[in-house]
C-alpha cells in the first residue's frame, strides 16, 4: 500500500477532514501506526475533531522554523498521533508551505500511513502536498458545483507530478439523481467508496470524537471502516 495520502477537495466543506479522522482511526484501531496532519494552514480545524488541545506548538511553527517537528506531533490514541496547525491569522501569516516537503518526509519514515488534511480551493500550500503524496484522494459531494471543483483538483495533482487513487463522494443520500459510478466517470477517475449523509457525523465533532468511535455502527462510520479496509487491502 501507499504510505502517505492527500484528501483533497477543490470545494470546501465536503468532508475531507471528516474522511482524514476516520480513515486514520479505522486503521489505526486495525493496528497500524498512523499519522493525521493538518496541512489546512489558512483554516485549520483538525484538531476540535479528536479533542486535541495543542499546548505547544503546532505545524505553523514547525514551517516557519520555530520548532522541530517532534514537538509537533501529538498522541489521539493508540497507533495514531496528530500534527495540528495554529489556528490564529498571524501564525498563518509566518508560515512558509516549503517546509512540508522535509515534514512529509519525516513522517513517511515513521508511521505505516500518513494522512494529509489538505485546504479547499487553488493556492500554494494545497497544491504542494497534492505532489508529496504517494497517492491523492479527492472528496467531493453529489453536488455539481463540488464535482466540477473536483475536477480541478485533479489536474492540479497531475501537474504537481502526483497521482490520484480516485473519489470519494461523501453526504450521499438514498434518491440520488446521479449515479456515484458516473460522477467519478466524469472525472475520469475510479470511485473509492461513497459515505452516507449521517447526522452522526457533525454530532461527533462536537463531541471530539471521530465518528467510528462516536458511533460505530452508523451507516457512515461502517462506509469509513469499509473504505479503510480497501485502502490497507485489508477485510
Ligand atoms: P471539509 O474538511 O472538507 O471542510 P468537514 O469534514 O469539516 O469538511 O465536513 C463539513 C461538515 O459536514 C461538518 O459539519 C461535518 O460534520 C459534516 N459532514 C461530513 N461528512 C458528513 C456525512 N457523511 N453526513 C453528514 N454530515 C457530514
Ligand atoms: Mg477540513
Known sequence: HETV???ASGKGGVGKTTTTVNLGTALAQAGERVAIVDTDLGMAN??????????????????SGAASIDDAIYSVTENIVAVPSGTSLDEYADTSPEGLREV?????DRFDY???????????????PLGLADSVILVSTPEPAAVHDSKKTL???ERAGGTVAGLVVTRTLPDSDISHEEIATRLETDLLGTIPEDAAARESVYAGTPLIVYEPNGPAATAYRQLAADLAGID
Open 5 to 7: 495520502y492527500a484528501i
Open 155 to 157: 489536474e492540479l495533482t
Open 114 to 128: 500518513v494522512f494529509l488534511d489538505v485546504g479547499a480551493g487553488v493556492n500554494h500550500e494545497t497544491v504542494l
Open 104 to 108: 512529509v518526509s519525516e513522517l513517511r
Open 46 to 63: 483538525l484538531a476540535g475533531f479528536v479533542s486535541l488541545t495543542p499546548d505547544s506548538m503546532t505545524l505553523h511553527d514547525v514551517l
